[in-house]
């Protein structure tokens, strides 16, 4: 992968967020740093970025794709009230049956409910 230096901005954009943002608002962040750079350029580098590994997306109950950039292990509660989404800092448990299928190489675990806010 070459380098670039929207890719980058956009990387670093996620690094320092911890609000799970989406496409359109990490365009508008990037857009106050980077006049020049697209959506386009937004959507295909974090298309990039998620398929090697450098982040997450996480499907809410908006329906948009949001995006992590905190690649460690660890899991999502999706409030399907208020949208919030809340890292859960504990490694996802896999059961065991799938040792008897196959080699897990990766999960993705999102708990939907409704936080203590909105309860």
Not at 109 to 118: F, Q
């Amino acid at each position: 992968m070459r380098y670039s230096k929207q890719r980058e901005l956009i990387l670093n954009i996620l690094r320092n967020r911890c609000d799970h943002p989406t496409a359109d608002s990490i365009y508008t962040e990037a857009r106050a740093i980077d006049s020049t750079i697209s959506l386009g350029t937004v959507y295909r580098d974090l298309k990039v970025l998620e398929q090697t590994k450098q982040i997450h997306s996480i499907k809410t109950t908006d329906d948009k794709l949001h995006y992590d950039g905190d690649i460690r292990k660890h899991s999502h509660f999706v409030c399907n009230k208020c949208g919030n989404i809340f890292d859960i800092m504990a490694k996802p448990r896999i059961p065991s049956i799938l040792k008897g299928i196959g080699k897990v190489e990766e999960s993705k675990c999102v708990y939907y409910g409704t936080c203590k806010g909105c309860q």
